[in-house]
């Protein structure tokens, strides 16, 4: 475990006794005051339009008028973009800026809040932030999710608002030129897929066609719920879940994983799964569907609908829709991707900030209706207008050929601070298509709970540095390798079973149960 020599600032008792901040008292302070803050996220390493922090964010003028609090970057690690690199750079320091904030927080704050590196929330919040307050009230639950295992929360975090992500799509044009059905379970879809490959539905006269694919090579092992495996128990991947019976372990020592990727790594040999869907990166929805070669996909909803405008021009009759999750081979229709309710990603007030009351009343300010606005759409009469009660964007921001989400981390909405997401933002720019299709999955119960993570102590948390990245390691190495025919799973399972004891598994299953257990009883 990494070490981290910071001594607790003592805090005035003034100053945590102030008056409560009501959603109407504008400015917080009377005079500016300057708040240092490190945020470093996948979209930006520096609090600025794409990191340029000599250009402040439209949101962050806005917020400066409206509160008087002005955040000045001092961001560590702006050369890279990991940010785990990041945070070890700024916490190696000992001298942590007023607030740190960005992409994945939640367990080094868990872990060092503890030992005095940043400011416990509870009592902040209940006396200073009733808007903050409230939210934790209309959740419930979702407090204890981000609580450290002393039983105070650290962070403000991200709260990611609707229900779905990703789903199923599949060339609907490709199936009615060649008289096939949307498969309605795994051995249809098996059939569909072998169509795909077989019967020339782009019509080129080549057997060029890729039947499935993915951006994120992840999403192969999406494949594995239709043998009624589990491939993460959250929206992040190869994540841990919680069984039926209330443990928490991991799906890749599963005997469910076994079989499964035994089919996943059929399909692959058949040349039913794309051959490069290691390889072939980010760049494969756009070119094999801009090449009309591909067929099916396990993507987000709101970006892969909008391919039906983009390529009617160039390829015609072009028709790539979502479709129901086929079943299983044990008949179970299941969505295992959806939106956590709450990210590790958002931020603290560390132990040099000498206004926590101010900073906790900042925050709050994010969660009022006018700062949860300016969080989401960013500056109305900029961006987007009140019309009929509804924050609308303009004409200029949905047509504009940039996607409106790139647009908005260039004003300073939807970055990774701390604020209840609104998805009136992303339903504006989701095609009709995946109207329909979102719709149509609220038509079935195919969404699975989602394990919201635990917070270590000091002995747990060595235990889990220990010995899981290793194991974690070893898992994605084996599955690559018997995805791409190295190695049989079922005839390699009792080593590699044997092998994970070897490296701890039970080891870190065991402190995540007692995590777990602690945390939600």
Do not use: C
């Amino acid at each position: 475990m990494r070490n981290l020599s910071i001594t607790l600032a003592i805090l005035g008792t003034t100053a945590m006794t102030a008056p409560a901040f009501a959603e109407s008292h504008l400015p917080i302070v009377d005079k500016p005051l300057e708040l240092t803050i490190h945020m470093h996220w996948p979209r930006a390493q520096g609090y600025g339009p794409g990191g340029d922090t000599n250009t402040l964010y439209p949101v962050e003028e806005v917020t400066r008028e409206r509160t008087n609090i002005y955040l000045v970057d001092k961001t560590s690690g702006r050369n890279t973009k990991d940010n785990n690199e990041a945070m070890n750079l700024l916490l190696a320091t000992g001298n942590l800026p007023d607030i740190v904030g960005g992409n994945r927080i939640q367990q080094p704050v868990n872990q060092y809040g503890p030992e005095g590196a940043f400011v416990p929330l509870n009592d902040l919040v209940d006396e200073h932030a009733p808007n903050i307050k409230k939210f934790w009230e209309d959740h419930p639950g979702l407090k204890a999710a981000i609580s450290a295992y002393d039983g105070n929360y650290y962070y403000i975090p991200y709260l990611p608002d609707g229900k779905y992500g990703r789903a199923w799509f599949i060339r609907q044009d490709w199936l009615d030129k060649l008289g096939l059905k949307q498969p309605d379970n795994v051995d249809e879809l098996y059939e569909v897929l072998v169509a795909f490959r077989d019967q020339d539905p782009n019509g080129n006269g080549r057997k060029d066609e890729v039947p499935y694919f993915a951006r994120d090579w992840e999403e192969v092992l999406r494949l594995m719920t239709l043998w009624d495996a589990r491939t993460s128990g959250s929206d992040t991947y190869h994540d841990f879940y919680v069984t039926p019976e209330g443990k928490v372990a991991h799906p890749y020592a599963q005997e469910a994983y076994r079989d499964a990727m035994a089919n996943v790594a059929k399909w692959y040999a058949e040349g039913l799964i794309d051959a490069e869907i290691f390889t072939r990166g980010s760049s494969s929805r756009d070119y094999l569907l801009g090449e009309n070669l591909g067929g099916l996909t396990h993507d987000w909803f709101a970006s892969t609908s909008g391919y039906n405008a983009a390529l009617a021009d160039k390829v015609p009759g072009f028709n790539f829709i979502p479709f129901l999750p086929p079943k299983s081979a044990g008949g179970v229709r299941m969505e295992e991707h959806r939106r956590i309710p709450i990210k590790p990603d958002g931020w603290a007030i560390s132990y040099s900030n000498e206004h926590p009351v101010e900073t906790i009343k900042y925050f709050d300010y994010f969660f009022s209706e006018e700062g949860a606005l300016l969080a989401n759409f960013g500056v109305e009469g900029k961006t987007w207008d009140m019309i009929d009660g509804q924050p609308v964007y303009k004409k200029e921001v949905l047509e504009s050929g940039t996607p409106v989400n790139s647009q908005m981390y260039l004003e300073g909405a939807q970055i990774y601070r701390g604020y209840p997401q609104d998805y009136r933002y992303e339903w504006q720019w989701t095609a009709e298509e995946a109207r329909k299709g979102i719709d149509l999955y609220d038509s079935e119960d195919l969404l699975v709970d989602q394990f919201l993570g635990v917070a270590f102590n000091r002995d747990e948390q060595e235990v889990y540095d220990k010995y899981w990245p290793s194991i974690q390691t070893y898992m994605l190495e084996r599955q690559q390798a018997w995805i791409l025919g190295s190695g049989d799973i079922k005839a390699d399972w009792d080593d590699y079973i044997a092998t994970l004891e070897k490296m701890g598994y039970s080891k870190v299953i065991e402190v995540m149960n007692s995590a777990y257990t602690r945390q939600y009883g």
